[in-house]
Each structure stands twice: as C-alpha cells, then as structure tokens.
C-alpha cells in the first residue's frame, strides 16, 4: 500500500504565500514524478494540474500559476513541495497531491486526500 499525505493549506489574504507538502509513503520502489492538482468549488470545475516534477527534476507548470509557483522535490524523503506566491482569490480550492510510483504492484498512481486553500480579497 501508498499513502499520500498532504499538508500546509489554510486561509490567507490576496498577495500572501503558503507552502504546501506532500509526502508519499509505503510499499515504494521508486518515485517517477509527484504532482499537484486543484479543484474549485464552483459547479462544473474539473481538477487540473498546478505543477508537477519527475523524479529527474523536470518542472511543469500550468499557465496561470508561471511566476508564482514554485514545485520542488527531495527524492530522499519521498517529499515534493508547493511554495505559492502572490496568492489570488481564484487560486481557491482543494489542493490534491498524486504520486506516480513504482511498487510491488507495478507502476500506479496514488492521491492524497487534498487539502483546502482559501485566498481571500
């Protein structure tokens, strides 16, 4: 088994930071890459991807967070890291973390339960 723990979230005001983490532990080999995934509250929303690194350090990041966000990751600790920056009310929602591993099982993806961002104006 893999869980994914997420952590860090909360309320902050409009130009703020927070800096979320998540951790993925368990029945490991090797980690491929660790991403982060929102989803708002509004009706019809679909999760998209925020930022995602691979276990080489490639960065990808989504259009409206360049500049702002910053992924990174320490392969020891099975750790990735979101530092946000210039925090907008419509950067509100729940922050999910998947990890893509490689275990007993094969390769897989496993979620965290996410954790909630709130920006206010």
């Known amino acids: 088994q893999v869980q994914v723990v997420e952590s860090g979230g909360g309320l902050v005001q409009a130009g703020g930071s927070l800096r979320l983490s998540c951790v993925a532990s368990?029945?490991?080999?090797?980690?491929?890459?660790m991403g982060w995934y929102r989803q708002g509250q509004a009706p019809g929303e679909q999760r998209e991807l925020v930022?995602?690194?691979?276990?080489?350090?490639?960065?990808t990041y989504a259009d409206s967070v360049k500049g702002r966000f910053t992924i990174s990751g320490d392969n020891a600790k099975n750790t990735v890291y979101l530092q946000m920056n210039s925090l907008k009310p419509e950067d509100t929602a729940v922050y999910s973390c998947?990890?893509?591993?490689?275990?007993?099982?094969?390769?897989?993806?496993?979620w965290g339960q996410g954790t909630q961002v709130t920006v206010s104006s």
């Open positions: 368990g029945s490991i080999f090797s980690i491929n890459a």
């Open positions: 998947k990890a893509t591993v490689s275990g007993p099982a094969g390769y897989g993806d496993y």
């Open positions: 930022a995602r690194i691979t276990k080489g350090g490639t960065t």
